[in-house]
């Protein structure tokens, strides 16, 4: 789920929000919403007694929080590409309207 909101919304987030920090904040916002949501899934199944629980009581997750971990830094990325992409593309188009303007 986490992985889902990341490709969706942070590459469109930097594309779309001038500021970065914005930008930053409304991933940062929706990720963990859904990372609380999934964290909550998982630990539910995991109580309930499925035949496949993701977690169990004799080991520490750790594999899933550096999992979860690397897909948040690759959100900020994304947003940092997309704004990146986003003024380049605003400086040529400037740049085309002032030499239009000239000819």
């Known amino acids: 789920m986490i992985a889902v909101v990341t490709i969706l919304s942070a590459f469109a987030l930097g594309y779309l929000m001038s500021s970065r920090l914005a930008a930053n904040t409304t991933y940062a916002v929706a990720y ?38 690397a897909i948040f830094a690759v959100g900020f990325g994304l947003v940092e590409a997309g704004h990146r992409f986003s003024a ?14 000239v000819a």
């Open 88 to 101: 380049r593309r605003r400086a040529r188009r400037t740049r085309q309207v002032e030499t239009a303007g």
């Open 32 to 69: 963990l919403w859904a990372f609380t949501y999934q964290t909550l899934y998982l630990t539910i199944d995991s109580f309930s007694g499925g035949a496949n629980p993701a977690f169990t009581e004799d080991e520490f997750p750790l594999s899933y929080g550096l999992v979860t971990l």
